[in-house]
């Protein structure tokens, strides 16, 4: 999908399922919850990928797919042209000094055990990295990076804000100094005062550390402004991947025209002349999706092929990846 030189992270029909079981004493296997269903992107190295879509779309599950923290049920994910997904034991805890994650709660992400130092410190233990001296060093270092005065590190999770210990989250994410940044949400449990101070802060860091990120979001006006390209994700799988611009001002899939419609614009103007797509039905059970496409029953522009014959993951030029029929006629591409 990209120069591999280019490409940090290539993801392969990566599926994640979860399986139902019925009975207490012999426990049956009677069907699976599709939480991700066959995606396939690249993320490449400095850029941030935006990754969005309703509550329940699998965007948190898919994070945690690619970093391994669940083992995927089929497909590959390539981290710098190393297989993860075959990795076990020492070799894939030595490539998670390269890959971190930032937690969607930072009330439930922290060990209210464990002081602030020992919680950033934590990852340059396992790693075996620095002595005891050198560690504490380490760890005033980072508070001071993000924004915290240094000598906090005796200090318990229960005595700070919801922003601070965001900063922690994310202080304990660069203690190893990875390459690549799982972002989970990191604001949505935030005031808005405080989104601000850590997206900003993310950007900081991402240029000062040649970060890659993963951004994992529902507000698509936060996506915009921090998001190189942007993913949309329905139900367990991608609809539509674009550069920011590109996807922001011609959306060619009917989810993404609706999420979009959804924004609000800050001028009565605009507000007033532009269409709202009002989408009818509820999102579809991922232990039950639709048989063709998965926005099928929702749709307002559907094709009676779209009920039996799912889409297509597919470039339809300028890096403009879509998976919809309608699109495919319009361009048209064949469907087969």
Known sequence: MSDSTQTLVEVRNLKMYFPITRGIVIQRHIGDIKAVDGISFTIRRGETLGLVG????????????????????????YFDGQ?????????????????????????????????????????????????????????MELLEIVGLNPYFVNRYP????????????????LAVQPEFIVCDEPISALDVSIQAQII???????????????FIAHDLSVVRHISNRVAVMYLGKLVELAD???????????????LLSAVPIPDP????????????????????????????????????????????WRDV??????????VDRELGLTSE
């Open 54 to 77: 309703e509550s329940g779309c699998g965007k948190s599950t898919a994070g945690r797919a690619i970093l391994q923290l669940y083992r995927p049920t089929a497909g590959e994910v």
């Open 83 to 139: 297989n993860l997904t075959t990795m076990k034991g020492e070799s894939l805890r030595r490539m998670r000094r390269r890959m971190q994650m930032i937690f969607q709660d930072p009330y439930a992400s922290l060990n209210p055990r464990m002081t602030v130092g020992n919680i950033v410190g934590e990852p340059l233990e396992v790693h075996n990295l620095l002595s005891p001296k050198e560690r504490r060093a380490r760890v």
């Open 158 to 173: 229960h005595e700070f804000s919801g922003g601070q210990r965001q900063r922690i989250g994310v202080a304990r994410a």
């Open 200 to 214: 900003n802060l993310l950007e900081e860091l991402q240029e000062r550390f040649s970060l890659t990120y993963l």
């Open 244 to 258: 920011r611009a590109t996807l922001y001002e011609n959306p060619l899939h009917p989810y993404t025209q609706a």
């Open 269 to 312: 103007a605009v507000e007033a002349r532009r269409k709202r797509i009002i989408l009818t039905g509820d999102v579809p059970s991922p232990a039950n999706p639709p048989k063709g496409c998965h926005f099928s029953t929702r749709c307002p522009v559907k094709l009676p092929i779209c009920d039996s014959v799912d889409p297509i």
């Open 317 to 326: 030029g300028g890096d403009h990846w879509v998976a919809c029929h309608r």
